[in-house]
């Protein structure tokens, strides 16, 4: 999970396979789609991950 839209943003925390998010939004970046992210679990915690790397459960 990354603090903004890009590589180019600071790693806040590395997430597990199978770790549940809830999308908030997402927007295209680049060639890159990232949706802004928080943990299921904790919800205070937000960031931006990748399309690619979600999944619908």
Request: hydrophobic fraction near 35%; aromatic fraction near 8%; glycine fraction near 12%.
């Amino acid at each position: 999970m990354r603090s903004g839209p890009g590589t180019g943003f600071n790693v806040i925390v590395g997430l597990p396979n199978g770790t549940a998010l809830r999308v908030h939004s997402c927007e295209q970046t680049g060639a890159t789609r990232w949706c802004r992210v928080s943990l299921e679990r904790a919800r205070r915690l937000k960031g931006y991950v990748s399309w690619a790397y979600l999944k619908k459960i």
